[in-house]
């Protein structure tokens, strides 16, 4: 069984930064890839940003610049997203995606960001 550990959430004023953690446990293949995506209240969820274990990156036109996903070299089941010159938009719950080929999609709890003055 897939389980996903999602940390980092927390409470920072605009312009500040925060890291999110995500570390994948269970039977997990190399070919594998991992993502953020964030919900919004009374929004869809959305993508924020994916990496392929050949750390391919993908990021939502909203976060280039601010946001870089990253993934443990020595760990290929954990993944990072450091959020900087975070804005009152980038407030919503996080969550963390790992899909594995053939076998699908797994998700993580949810974090909450929160970004306000």
């Known amino acids: 069984q897939v389980q996903l550990v999602e940390s980092g959430g927390g409470l920072v004023q605009p312009g500040g930064s925060l890291r999110l953690s995500c570390a994948a446990s269970g039977s997990i293949s190399s070919d594998n890839a991992m993502g953020w995506y964030r919900q919004a209240p009374g929004k869809q969820r959305e993508l924020v940003a994916t990496?392929?274990?050949?750390?391919?990156?993908?990021y939502a036109t909203s976060v280039k610049g601010r946001f870089t996903i990253f993934r443990d070299n020595a760990k290929n089941t954990t993944a990072y997203l450091q959020m900087n010159s975070l804005k009152p938009e980038d407030t919503a719950v996080y969550y963390c995606?790992?899909?594995?080929?053939?076998?699908?999609?797994?998700w993580g709890q949810g974090t909450q960001v929160t970004v306000s003055s």
């Open positions: 990496i392929t274990s050949g750390t391919s990156t993908i």
């Open positions: 995606v790992l899909s594995i080929r053939g076998l699908g999609s797994f």
